[in-house]
């Protein structure tokens, strides 16, 4: 079946790979400079990157929320989640942080309770604005979601997540690769 979600330690791991390639690739492929965020030796749950000169953060995701419909009211092609973890600490340390958001749907059909669920592929990267993201959080226009699953959870897992549609954030540049980002030189 692969890693589990729940498997923090790999996916932190897999994430500092995610990051480099971003930064050395995937935003200069897009036209943007960009480097590693330094007080990341320090301070590992600092933001990640710095854009251009503008503290960032990057959430990679490959794998749809195939129930946003549901959950979220979005369409499950454009649907990503913002954790709550996230969201209480950039509120409080990193106000005016940029997210950018690198979706590249690995996987588009699955089972969920005996129902089945497809996601047509995509593939790119878009950029959110804390603030606005902040705000659409704090009026109530996006809803949240608890991972039943992540209930007991003492690995440091989030547990909660706000689903954003894709759609509303800045598109800053999208792939027609079918099976991978070759299409970015990866």
């Known amino acids: 079946m692969g890693v589990s979600p729940q498997d923090k330690r790999y996916w932190v791991e897999a994430g500092r790979e995610k990051e480099w390639t971003f930064v050395q690739r995937v935003l200069p492929a897009l036209g943007f400079q960009a480097v590693l965020n330094p007080a990341k030796a320090q301070d590992p749950y600092a933001p990640d990157l710095l854009v251009e000169g503008h503290l960032a953060d990057l959430k990679c995701q490959r794998t749809p929320f195939f129930k946003a419909r549901e959950r979220f009211g979005i369409d499950p092609r454009y649907a990503v989640t913002f954790n709550r973890k996230d969201y209480e600490r950039y509120c409080e340390h990193y106000p005016s942080l940029d997210i950018y958001f690198w979706i590249d749907w690995q996987e588009t059909r699955r089972d969920i309770g005996g129902a089945s669920y497809k996601v047509d592929r995509i593939h790119g990267v878009w950029r959110a604005s804390f603030p606005a993201l902040r705000h659409s959080i704090e009026v109530g226009s996006v809803r949240g979601h608890d991972y039943l699953n992540r209930l007991l959870d003492d690995r440091g897992n989030a547990r909660h997540s ?25």
């Open 162 to 186: 706000f689903g954003f549609d894709l759609r509303q954030f800045e598109l800053v540049g999208s792939s027609d690769a079918t099976e991978d980002d070759s299409a970015w030189g990866i």
